[in-house]
């Protein structure tokens, strides 16, 4: 069998992982043997690194790579929109398959970039975009074909989840940790991607355009991040028997009129309350969990390391041996393209209105302290039929009260509309958090 | 794109899931519209069940399946080792790939038709064999291929997994909770496979083939059961802030000579102390937990129901598309196997002497109520050099008492030599059980 050529656009911390994988494959699968790492892009050729190479396999021209004749394989590890963006789609024009872990091109452009692959017959796989080293991509286009998917969920990020992990553990606050997690290279210098949840809604455009086979509108998921969570709330759900995790959410919803041809999908982005006893609680540090739902299936959980050199290099090369194998099944005729792999939009998708999300709500407001507020909060809510799980007043002095409020499963276009009268109440200082609840 | 055609040879629970999604493919993957179901074999063609065929599509003769020129894929979930043997090599001999479900056949005779598939040029598949619903064997296939494999374990058998959690949670005996599981229907009336631990052995010598590369004997891997265990361990184990799992472990060993070729692997299964911080001691009911540890992944988990006809058919499911989606690759030209797929072994292991398995052990002993017992007891563990990580002396009654040794990491082999000495010791009445422990 002739080698495969690899071309490694980008030498971070993925593109070093993947290349030590290619370069020792030793008691790997022996399909590890059949690459040739052939040419890699970097920025700075001096740069002292942990792997040496020929001098002739660097090139600071990442257009060498995508015009390469020896390269058959296209890693884009580099990250950003642009110019991964173009590299991808000019090295899908030359020929060649790509794999990539960059969510934030895909999530945007996945659906050109899929189309381009289509018209030149080759493959674009994106296992490491997601979860890190955990196979769920290809677990949801290959194992789970045979289901009716109704929900995919989970920890998706795992700078947050470090950091919340330790908000939990410590009581700290978030500005300090955060501070802490730069300072171990587990948050960015600009933590605002993950923060802020954007790199979260990325990830579950994603999942939802494979779990329920139509491409939706990245820009239309409702998103919020923890960047502005407080370590009382925190403090209060602990209290209450719950952690505080960043969970993106995409679920089926039925279509408004029988004639809709697009599927709706509620999907969001947002800190939810979660039971101790749920497994998701007990998911910690940079680890990350997707829990997929569907019929027949039931549930299944993936679970491990969310980011690192490692994991995600494990999950380039995955992509990698599935597109070798695809290519030592004939090296001379040219056939179609496996229909599971190549992952092609199946249905119409859109993301539902905000207002349909229908979930669990924790609410914090802060009050005066005086006796007829809780009774005048529950009637608003009560003449919304918005069913109240529990009301706990806590913490009440210099003359207010905090008072925490989680809500059975509600539309939260209901919960918009109660919150609005509560903010009206002369008692009622400001709402100070609302989060989801599991 | 003609229609695949499938026949499936047996109509139990697994079968009916089976029928079931081909005959409702909407809102699944669209190959799931592609595949027909030509024929189906019954033992009783006039049996009452929840899905009816035309009479044309059923037979009593499976050897019409495996001969049916309008059948590409074979399905066998029909259990047991013969006919189903024969009929999985048959199949294979006309040109037919096969998904099965079979973990016994493949167990004990998947080297052989292995060999078969790679002469006929065809796959067989498996991802029911293991894990229910729970896609594992095609990511250990496909997904980690880049990593080195260190170890592989979890609780791959929902039967054990079942009573176990019953007795742990209603503090009952086993004898109470096996019949109570019978009349539910998550035991067999012959229980023997699942709660001896062979039917877990039979997964974890399969396990062990995908990660590790080569074939093992199956009939060499030590297994205990959960046939004898007694409602006073789970408790003591309880106390001492444990979970009682049924573990099937396999590791990978250092050669015991640098010239040795073939790759010594620890493999055992037995009921085994989970510490209750450990995810695998919150799986429980019928669900399954498999745990894959490598470089440079780290740790990955998967988890979810570990049977029923739903998640079983899931899987069957999954490898029906595989093969289907490798036929829409090409209808005319043959070609070679994709090597992740059809998975052949790359190097040669084997099991190693149980003697040097590593791991840390609980024990119970019944000994006199007298003050020198636990000093030579430690006595003896001390001179055999093995470390004891607590030694508790539980319930003195009747002149007797019941003491608890958890060791740390110790061999097999010394831990054998040390139950021995102990059992000579005129105090010692007995060694009431021996464990595993994490």
Not at 3 to 17: E, F, R
Not at 170 to 179: I, P, Q, R, S, T
Request: aromatic share 4%; glycine share 10%.
């Amino acid at each position: 069998m002739k080698k495969i050529g690899i071309g490694l656009i980008g030498l971070g911390t993925v593109g070093q992982g993947v290349a030590n994988i290619i370069s020792n494959p030793n008691d790997r699968h022996p399909l590890v043997g059949e690459l040739e790492l052939v040419s890699v892009a970097v920025r700075d050729l001096q740069k002292e690194r942990d792997i040496s190479f020929p001098d002739s396999i660097l090139t600071t021209n990442p257009i060498e790579i995508v015009n390469n004749p020896n390269i058959q394989i296209v890693v884009e590890v580099m990250g950003g929109i642009e110019p991964a963006k173009s590299l991808i789609i000019q090295a899908i024009r030359s020929g060649k398959s790509v794999v990539t872990a960059n969510k934030a091109v895909i999530a945007r452009h996945g659906e050109e970039i899929a189309n381009e692959a289509k018209s030149a017959g080759v493959y674009v796989l994106i296992e490491a975009a997601v979860g890190g080293g955990i196979p769920i991509i290809e677990p949801l286009k290959q194992s789970l074909g045979g289901n009716q998917i109704t929900k995919v969920s989970g920890i998706i990020n795992g700078t947050t989840n470090y950091i919340l992990s330790r908000m939990d553990k410590e009581g700290v606050n978030y500005a300090d940790v955060l501070k802490d997690a730069q300072q171990l290279g587990y948050a960015e210098s600009d933590p605002a991607a993950d923060v802020e949840g954007s790199d979260a809604a990325d990830k579950i455009a994603i999942l939802s355009g494979l779990a329920f086979g139509g491409t939706i509108n990245r820009a239309e998921i409702p998103t919020t991040g923890i960047n502005l969570l407080e370590a009382i709330d925190v403090n209060y759900a602990r209290k209450l028997g719950y952690a505080i995790k960043l969970l993106a959410i995409s679920e089926k919803e039925k279509a408004q009129s029988s004639g809709e041809e697009s599927q709706p999908l509620s999907i969001w982005v947002e800190p939810t309350l979660v039971p101790a006893d749920n497994p998701l609680a007990g998911v910690n540090g940079v680890n990350n969990a997707i829990l997929v739902e569907g019929n027949p299936i039931g549930q299944v959980m993936f679970f491990g390391p969310g980011a690192g050199s490692g994991p995600t290099a494990s999950a380039v090369v995955a992509d990698i041996l599935n597109i070798a194998g695809i290519q030592a099944m004939s090296e001379e005729n040219p056939f179609n393209l496996d229909p599971l792999l190549s992952a092609k939009s199946w249905r119409s998708c859109h993301v539902a209105n905000e207002k349909e999300i229908t979930k669990k709500n924790y609410i914090r407001l802060i009050a005066e302290d005086t006796p007829g507020v809780i009774g005048q909060i529950g009637n608003i809510f009560g003449q919304k039929k918005i069913s109240i799980e529990s009301i706990v007043q806590f913490d009440a002095s210099h003359n207010q009260a905090e008072i925490v409020v989680i809500t059975h499963k509600i539309k939260q276009g209901q919960l918009s509309e109660a919150l609005l009268e509560i903010k009206g109440l002369p008692q009622v200082k400001r709402i100070a958090a609302t989060m989801g609840c599991l």
